[in-house]
């Protein structure tokens, strides 16, 4: 492996939030390991948040990439981009908006140029954003553009884990009433030949078993209760058989999730956001782990948002950016070496 491939660019997230908070426990647990990172954002905001918490977090400023790999042990690596605005939690600013995007930007430039192996995001405020001129739904689609403007194609799609669970939602912030419309052959033929694509790619596995869920209760019950299954989600199945991708559905959603049918599936296609996010949330809240598939680099984040109330009080729980840093690190290892 190369000097970058086993290393992780973690983006500051909203530094009025938990992002600091986590940031300095994942590496205080990580730091003796091997899954090494480090920090695009402000050192110093790093620094203030740590002594505020009561915690020791050395931090080292370093100026590329490459010199994380002998500070990570003794410090938290910060590739230092000093913020204009004075951090006080819970209080978000619109000028230290830019950053919080020019954070994410350098992650993907690093990634794409090949210097990390892989990125991890810290949960971002999406309002205060949109008034530094954000224009997107959010990370995946940001990221999508990102890649694009780099010379590569993507076909982002969510992927949510939480331990031996992974589940994709089709539809995503959108209203539920406009999810039928939404769901098209088109749409879960490309999202579904994606997942197939990177749980080889991504995570070795040679030939996915995947579950397919129905939108209506029980699946429809024969175009008793709804046509979305009859009419859109068995043609598109089949339509991926033809491809050599096998699915099992449309299946009903409130029996998919308990212990004996997940062990059937590496992977649940869901129809909708809610869908695929209950059970993840039920199963593992402290842990789960947004990554998104279709990209041509790794990109994890913890599946919670920037939690403002609790910035600074030591009650946040840094679970999933843990498990986030952790996948990613899995994620960027060969083949080869996966199961």
Request: proline share 7%.
């Amino acid at each position: 492996m190369s000097p970058a491939s086993d290393m992780l660019g973690l983006t500051m997230g909203e530094p009025a939030g938990i992002a600091p908070d986590i940031t300095i426990a994942a590496w205080r647990k990580l730091a003796g390991s091997t899954n090494r990172f480090f920090l695009i954002g402000d050192g110093n905001a790093i620094s203030k948040r740590a002594e505020l918490l009561g915690v020791d977090c050395p931090v080292a400023l370093i100026g590329n990439p490459d010199e994380a790999h002998e500070k990570f042990a003794n410090a938290l690596p910060v590739l230092h981009e000093p913020l204009p605005d004075a951090v006080n939690c819970g209080q978000i600013t619109r000028g230290n908006a830019e950053l919080v995007l020019a954070s994410i930007k350098r992650a993907v430039e690093l990634v794409c140029a090949g210097r990390i192996g892989g990125m991890v995001t810290n949960p971002i405020h999406k309002k205060v954003l949109y008034s530094a001129g954000f224009e997107h739904q959010g990370h995946t689609d940001f990221l999508a553009e990102l890649a694009r403007h780099h010379g590569f194609a993507a076909n982002p799609v969510m992927m949510l884990v939480t331990g031996d669970l992974r589940t994709v939602p089709l539809t995503v912030h959108i209203p539920l009433k406009d999810v039928p419309k939404a769901l098209t052959q088109a749409l879960i033929i490309d999202q579904t030949r994606t997942v197939f694509r990177d749980l080889q790619h991504r995570f070795g596995i040679a030939n996915p078993r995947i579950g397919m869920t129905g939108l209506n209760p029980h699946a429809g019950e024969g175009a008793t209760i709804g046509l979305e299954e009859r009419d859109v989600i068995a043609p598109a199945i089949g339509l991926l058989a033809e491809d050599g991708i096998h699915v099992a559905g449309p299946l009903p959603a409130d029996t998919l999730f308990h212990d004996e049918a997940r062990a059937r599936y590496d992977v649940i296609v869901c129809m909708y956001h809610d869908q695929a996010l209950i059970p993840i949330k039920a199963i593992g809240f402290y842990d789960g782990v947004n990554t998104t598939l279709g990209l041509p680099f790794v990109r994890t984040s913890p599946d919670h948002g920037t939690a403002l109330p609790l910035a600074g009080t030591g009650r946040a729980n840094p679970g999933s950016l843990i498990a986030a840093l952790r996948l990613a690190a899995d994620m960027v290892k060969p083949y080869g070496s996966k199961r």
